[in-house]
């Protein structure tokens, strides 16, 4: 574990923070002057990304490198950032990943290390942490789900199914929790990120609307300042997810279908 020894009481926590979007979460949280834990698989990685923080922002920042996908990795994301009675500020559960393909192509094991990372980890990380973020100023959790939530996406449709999980079990935290910590459901579009090449998708020749990482984060957060529930990243995709909501769901499916099924990298 990466140490810093400063104060680091309000530290905002941010899972899959190694690259993409959860590691321009921690650029945008370290120039609002927050003290970060940052977690992923690739320690290194994280290593180098807390030391430039710590250069240009001065906050503490300390890294676990630690697999989500399995509860000692949980456990020890809750120890830390529980440690001699510190209390989370924020909980970011950034962390996930996407898988390419019909369900009866795809290889099974990847499809529940998905479940477990995507689904499994953002429910145990918000019960756990949750009761000890409460009347902590600024309280706030917001989860990244997908615009890939409000529809079926065949070719992609395992996926699709754990961020539509996240999205409503995120409206259902916000209600649950209002008054106490600001809940937000993140849904970023097409992303530039690590995301694509890990799932095995290119929707490069697609005309979809294409944001930053930088973008997707810096909108988040003003999202949940503003204790919003749902925010869609960027005005295209929130177009998009407004015409999925009032087609037809057979429409929708298909029309998803065509997208996903035709993009992958090989076929
Ligand atoms: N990019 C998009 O177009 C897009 C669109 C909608 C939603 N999203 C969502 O945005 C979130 C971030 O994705 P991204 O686009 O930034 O992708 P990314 O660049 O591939 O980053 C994913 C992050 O998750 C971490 N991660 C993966 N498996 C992990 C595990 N088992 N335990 C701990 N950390 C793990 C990775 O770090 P390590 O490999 O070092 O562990 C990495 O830091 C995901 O939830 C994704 O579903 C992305």
Redesign the pocket.
Known sequence: MGQDNRNVDGECIV????????AAFARVAARRGRSLLL????GA?LDALAAEIRSSSGVPVRTLA????VAE?IDALVATALADGRRPSMLIN?????LYGDVTESDERRLVEMLR??IEAVVVLSRRLAPAMIGVPGAAILN?A???AFQACPGFGTYAAT?AFVLAFTEALHIELEGKIRVTAVC????E????A?AGLDLKTMKLPIMT?EEVAEQAWRASDAAACVHVSGMGNKVLVAASGVAPRALSRRIAGKIFRRNSFGR
Do not use: C, Q, W
């Open positions: 899972t899959g923070a190694s690259e993409g979007i959860g977690v992923a698989r690739r990685m630690a697999d989500l996908g990795g950034n962390a996930g990943f996407g990372l995507n990244i997908s615009t890939a961020k970023p579009g097409y992303t990120s690590g995301f694509h890990v990482a």
